[in-house]
């Protein structure tokens, strides 16, 4: 179950740049882009500074609220950067279901992410960029333990179960894709 949601969650990445248009850390911006300022210009942006520069929604070091709204908030930032393959992010949120799936032979992350991302169409990957989550479709399983359905993704594109595949995410000091 764990390596079908890892790849289904792969496979609904978006978005050829990496993470141009958004980032995945926030605590971090000053102390790399300080660092990559001074081997390039500081007229434009080095890469490094794009992917930290803080985005809208909670990241590693800022969590999002233990509540059903956090969780989609979570899952809504993790197909956004699925949708920009913004590999940092993927593998922040979908960290325990991308390690159960290593464990059970399937590569670290960072390389069979990559690899899903090439399986997405751009159609697919622009769609999940804006995706959002239709709150009544998510289930409540625990205080701590939410179930998210692919008929709970409202984007451009319609994704199949064979595509998306239903996310279970719990908190554990923030949401995390577990299954």
Same mark, same amino acid.
């Given at each position: ?31 790399? *882009? #300080? $660092?990559? +300022?001074?081997?390039? %210009? @500081?007229? =434009? /942006? *080095? #890469? $490094?500074? +794009?992917?930290?520069? %803080? @985005?809208? =929604? /909670? ?121």
């Amino acid at each position: 179950m764990a390596v079908s949601t890892c790849v289904a969650l792969a496979a609904c990445a978006c978005g050829p740049q990496k993470s141009e248009d958004d980032t995945s850390t926030a605590a971090k911006p000053s102390q790399s *882009s #300080a $660092s990559t +300022r001074a081997q390039e %210009p @500081s007229v =434009t /942006p *080095s #890469a $490094s500074a +794009r992917t930290e520069k %803080p @985005s809208a =929604t /909670p990241t590693g070091d800022q969590p999002a609220p233990r509540t059903k709204a956090g969780a989609i908030q979570r899952y809504e930032q993790y197909l956004h950067a699925v949708g920009r393959e913004d590999i940092d992010t993927v593998c922040k949120v979908a960290g325990p279901a991308a390690k159960q799936a290593e464990d059970q032979g399937f590569g670290p992350c960072t390389s069979t992410f990559i690899v899903t991302f090439q399986m997405i169409s751009p159609a697919q990957k622009k769609a999940l960029r804006t995706a959002t989550v239709d709150p009544q479709r998510v289930a409540v399983l625990a205080p701590d333990k939410v179930e998210i359905p692919t008929e709970a993704i409202r984007a451009s594109v319609t994704f199949s179960e064979s595509e998306l595949g239903s996310s279970t995410l719990e908190y554990l000091s923030n949401w995390y894709i577990t299954d």
